[in-house]
């Protein structure tokens, strides 16, 4: 399995949804497709609540977020420190 590259399906746009990320092509906000997954939503029901949007679309806002969260935590301190 590859790594999945999100920066070929993720954009901002200050003309669009006041620039927050959204899957290239689309209005609709990382925000949104990770808060439907946080609810429990499969991604089936994503993909039919957005149309527009693909499987490899939502892979790539999991991807966003997995790079996003390493990047805001702090280095582990190391054992016995």
């Known amino acids: 399995m590859g790594k999945t590259n999100y920066r070929e399906r993720i954009t901002r746009d200050p003309g669009i949804c006041g620039g927050e990320p959204v899957i290239k092509g689309t209005r609709v906000t990382l925000r949104t497709i990770l808060a439907s997954l946080s609810d429990g939503d499969s991604v089936e029901a994503i993909l039919k609540a ?32």
């Open 50 to 81: 957005f149309p527009t949007v693909t499987e490899e679309d939502v892979r790539a806002v999991v991807a966003f977020a997995a790079e996003s969260a390493r990047e805001d935590l702090p280095a582990p301190r190391p054992v016995g420190l």
